[in-house]
């Protein structure tokens, strides 16, 4: 019975796999073909990968249909998550009713609010004013932006550095979107892997640059306070987009920059 009942939860499980997408939007990233800028897409060989490297194109624009949790959904929500907070403690052994513990409920469901807030912002929101037309074809770099989120394994903090790079294809994007972007797709429950890639395909997305890079080196608190316990362990992870990816010249001169 045991075997049977997994069985079917693997079944379920490699289903919902096949159509999940990179930030877990919407549905059928693989199905569709790749070029999301309207250009009719050469013919390819069989077996080739289309777009050298560039997300499919239910990827591309993606950030314009994404889902965003509303102000309104987080008063209706509180109530709610203040009550599970209250069961937590509890079984944890702790009394809720003690003076020190009076508010945490509270407390607690609005930071996790708080910790989260990435789901009720766009990202076309905030990018919508800040992409100008600009002749500049030269490497545009913005290093060292902190990064908070949120490891959706166990609910403890990932912090670290974010290295954003790309080379303009007449247009340019103001350069503190670079980081508002960080923080859209960081206050969410995250893998840092899904995060580094958040990020440069909404670069990708907005811009349509020759190339996108992304570095993050972040500390998961799951590895420090618990588990191994490695007080000192990075996690490094990166995404190579369009000539970041295609030329290792590129590429390098990318990783050279940021560790100058």
């Known amino acids: 019975m045991e075997r049977s009942k997994q069985t079917q939860y693997n079944e379920k499980k490699d289903a919902g796999d096949s159509s999940s997408v990179l930030n877990g939007h919407f549905d059928g990233m693989v199905k569709r073909p790749a070029g999301g800028t309207g250009r009719t897409a050469a013919p390819q060989a069989p077996g080739a990968e289309s777009g050298s490297h560039r997300p499919s194109a239910s990827v591309m624009e993606?950030?314009?249909?994404?889902?965003?949790?509303?102000?309104?959904?987080?008063?209706?929500?509180?109530?709610?998550?203040?009550?599970?907070?209250?069961?937590?403690?509890?079984?944890?052994?702790?009394?809720?009713?003690?003076?020190?513990?009076?508010?945490?409920?509270?407390?607690?469901?609005?930071?996790?609010?708080?910790?989260?807030?990435?789901?009720?912002?766009?990202?076309?929101?905030?990018?919508?004013?800040?992409?100008?037309?600009?002749?500049?074809?030269?490497?545009?770099?913005?290093k060292d932006i902190d990064m908070f989120s949120m490891c959706e394994h166990h609910l403890v903090p990932i912090f670290g550095r974010v290295h954003i790079g790309y080379l303009p294809n007449k247009r340019v994007l103001g350069l503190s979107k670079l980081a508002r972007i960080v923080e859209i797709y960081s206050r969410r429950l995250q893998v840092q892997e899904r995060l580094t890639k958040q990020i440069a395909v909404a670069i990708t997305e907005a811009l349509q640059p020759t190339g996108v890079g992304v570095v993050i080196e972040a500390t998961h608190m799951c590895m420090v306070m618990r588990g191994v316990q490695k007080m000192n362990s990075k996690t490094v992870t990166s995404t190579m987009l369009g000539v970041f990816r295609e030329d290792p010249k590129t590429r390098d001169e990318f990783l050279t920059l940021i560790r100058s």
Do not use: C
């Open 62 to 142: 993606s950030w314009k249909e994404e889902r965003t949790r509303s102000v309104e959904d987080n008063e209706m929500s509180l109530p709610s998550l203040a009550a599970a907070y209250t069961t937590i403690l509890r079984g944890l052994g702790e009394d809720p009713q003690r003076q020190g513990l009076l508010k945490t409920p509270w407390r607690a469901a609005t930071a996790m609010q708080f910790f989260t807030k990435g789901y009720q912002e766009k990202i076309i929101d905030i990018l919508n004013d800040a992409i100008f037309d600009e002749d500049h074809d030269e490497m545009v770099i913005v």
